[in-house]
C-alpha cells in the first residue's frame, strides 16, 4: 500500500527545494551586507581633502559617498543602494547585489521547473483525479487532494515565477546600465 499522502509529498518537494535555496542564499546574501557606509566614514579615507566636497547626511549626520542614498528601514547610508529587499530584510547595495541576482535567478529557476513537472505529469495522465481504473470503494465525488495540491503549486509557481522573473530583469538591466533603480527613478546618474 502506498503512503496515503504521496500527491502531498510529490506536491511540496519543488516548493522545499525552492525554500533550502533561498535560505542559504539568503545567509550568503545577509553575510556580505549591502555596502552600509560606516557611521564614522572620514572623506579623507578615498583621498578628499575638502570637507565640504561631499555631502552630509540628514539622517545619519555623517558624510554621504557619490551613489549613496539612505534606507530608512536599515537606517543607513548604503552604496550603490538599489532597494530594501522584505524577503531578507535587507538592502540589496554594491556589496550584495549578485547575491540578490542569484537568489531572484534560482527562486525564478525553481518556479519553472515546479511548472514544468505540474505539466509533465498532467500530461502523463497523473492529473491527480480518480480513474476508472481504480475500485469503486476509493472514488469519491470530490476532487482529490492530489488535483488540490497541484493546483496551490501551480498558482505559487506562477505567482513567485512572474515577479522573481520581473526583477531578475530589472536587475540585470540596472547591472548593464550602471544604473541603480533609485538612480533611475530619481534621474540622479546618468
Not at 25 to 37: F, T
Not at 131 to 157: D, H, I, K, N, V
Amino acid at each position: 500500500m502506498a503512503w496515503p499522502h504521496r500527491q502531498l509529498l510529490h506536491a511540496l518537494c519543488p516548493i522545499s527545494w525552492n525554500l533550502d535555496a533561498r535560505h542559504l542564499l539568503a545567509r550568503a546574501y545577509d553575510a556580505h551586507g549591502p555596502g552600509a557606509v560606516p557611521l564614522e566614514y572620514q572623506p579623507q579615507e578615498i583621498g578628499l581633502s575638502a570637507p565640504g566636497s561631499l555631502p552630509m547626511c540628514s539622517r545619519c549626520n555623517g558624510f554621504k559617498p557619490p551613489r549613496a542614498h539612505h534606507c530608512s528601514q536599515c537606517d543607513r547610508c548604503v552604496m550603490k543602494m538599489d532597494h530594501h529587499c522584505p524577503w531578507v530584510n535587507n538592502c540589496v547595495g554594491a556589496n550584495n547585489q549578485k547575491h540578490f541576482v542569484l537568489f531572484v535567478g534560482y527562486t525564478a529557476l525553481m518556479s519553472t521547473l515546479a511548472l514544468v513537472l505540474l505539466v509533465s505529469r498532467l500530461v502523463s495522465g497523473g492529473g491527480g483525479a480518480p480513474s476508472s481504473r481504480s475500485p469503486a470503494s476509493m472514488q469519491s465525488t470530490e476532487p482529490s487532494a492530489g488535483f488540490l495540491y497541484m493546483c496551490l503549486l501551480f498558482f505559487e509557481a506562477i505567482l513567485f515565477g512572474l515577479f522573481t522573473s520581473a526583477m531578475l530583469c530589472e536587475q540585470i538591466s540596472s547591472i548593464l546600465s550602471d544604473q541603480t533603480g533609485i538612480e533611475r527613478l530619481k534621474h540622479d546618474y546618468v
